[in-house]
């Protein structure tokens, strides 16, 4: 037991066994990752010969600051809020008929032979308020409507939609995995918005030209099922603006962007700059964006209130796990630090000459891989690799790019462990073994181009 507690080499045994049975749990006995991480997170702080008092506090005294609670309040307290007003945010966008608005716009302006194009624009901008899966259950008709029309391959239109909408929920605020991954790592949003978005765009770029060419080689027209079930314009009374649709998303990630950078270029205490820091606090930000939202796509278009209630309340519904699982990352991360293991890792990369956001992305994307979740796979990696950068002396450039190459990693390869796969292959109607040559590659592509973009990046910030 020394051994494991003291050397460098029984550290890196303790954080590898804790790795596997966290893999383990997850794959093999189908256990929720936020009780995996949880108990991963237990079991190496009392291996390591933590004291169970540090562990779990001591109940003599009220405010002990245990493990557990400085981990998951630490980051709980940072991402609750951006998180529960982006999931706000998502779901009167999806209800007032915003996306249906804009993706027909698209669609309009583009022309039909340029339809994958406008439905790739529809998944990049709509992919930055809504979750993946709501993105495509809301779009996915349209997409039936335009491979009808044009009677190409569905896969001309929807593997363009599938990827503006994964590479924005993997790399952009406010969807959890980035948000958890910057408040772990310890980098601002802005940051992480403007290189999240320069690694996106070309990542996205090339899944377009992948769509395309394999658009020609695999025909899929849409089941007859899938077309019956589509929903028409002519069923959606009094759409909203396109204009308002654009200005609400563009909102809380201009204000975040002029808060960020307005505090550095803005004379310090002036007026200005602390109208910047207050208005660019990512959760005032997100406030104001909801608060704009439910007044212009909900009062005024008709909503009740009780309405307005009932959609706020559901949104929160699926985001409660996913905070529970960056919690508990967070708390393994703090487990990490405090027993030694973060400068183990630190040292074994130093020696190994294994750069810092070489390493991040290959343990985000083996996580991924083996488990499925990139939410899961981006909190146990900022996890794993923020005690080895915490005093590294990292800019905030150089933090958002491995924040970047976290998120990278957590999408690469999706199969048949990672629930995004199914809804592919089920709202699409494509075989399994289609959605691997079609999905799983789009998908590496992403991951691919947006770490290497990251990786370039790095070397000049």
Known sequence: MEWLQHSTSGLLTLAAAGIALLLLMIMRWKVEPFIALLIIGVLTALA??????????????????????????????????????????????????????????????????????????????????????????????????????????????????????????????????????????????????????????????????????????????????????????????????????????????????????????????????????????????????????????????????????TLANNALRPVAMLLLVVGAGAFYGKVLTVSGIGKAVQGSLADLGLPILVAAYLISAGLRIAQGSATAAIAASAAIIGPAIATSGYSQPQLALIVAAICAGSIIASHVNDGGFWIVSRYFGISVKDTLRTWTVLETILSVVGFLVAAVLMIFV
Not at 52 to 78: A, M, P, R
Not at 204 to 230: C, H, M, T, Y
Not at 231 to 239: A, K, V
Request: aromatic share 8%; glycine share 12%; with cysteine.
């Open 48 to 309: 390591s010969g933590r004291p169970i008092t540090e562990l779990v506090g001591d109940i003599q005294k009220s405010n002990s600051g245990s493990l557990i609670e400085t981990g998951f309040g630490g980051i709980l307290g940072h991402i609750a809020v951006i998180i529960g007003m982006g999931a706000f945010l998502g779901a009167i966008l999806e209800a007032s008929g915003g996306a249906q608005v804009l993706t027909r716009k698209l669609l309009q302006l583009f022309g039909e032979n340029r339809a994958g194009l406008a439905m790739g624009l529809a998944g990049l901008i709509f992919g930055i308020p809504v979750f993946f899966d709501i993105g495509v259950f809301v779009l996915a008709p349209l997409v039936y409507t335009v491979a009808r029309q044009s009677g190409r391959s569905v896969l001309f239109f929807c593997l363009p939609l599938l990827a503006g909408l994964s590479i924005t929920h993997a790399m952009l605020p406010p969807h959890p995995g980035p948000v958890a991954a910057a408040g772990l790592l310890g980098v601002g949003l802005g940051w992480v918005i403007l290189f999240g978005v320069i690694c996106a765009i070309p990542a996205w770029a090339a899944a377009l030209a992948f769509a395309s060419w394999i658009g020609k080689r695999i025909n899929l027209q849409v089941p007859d099922e899938l077309i019956a079930a589509e929903t028409t314009e002519d069923s959606e009374q009094n759409p909203p603006k396109l204009s308002t649709v654009v200005g609400i998303i563009a909102v809380p990630l201009l204000l975040i962007l002029f808060g960020t950078f307005g505090s550095i270029l803005l004379p310090k205490g002036s007026a200005a700059a602390l109208a910047a820091t207050f208005f660019g606090t990512p959760a005032i930000a997100l406030t104001i964006a909801v608060l704009l939202a439910f007044w212009l796509l909900g009062y005024r278009r008709g909503m009740s209130k009780d309405e307005v209630s």
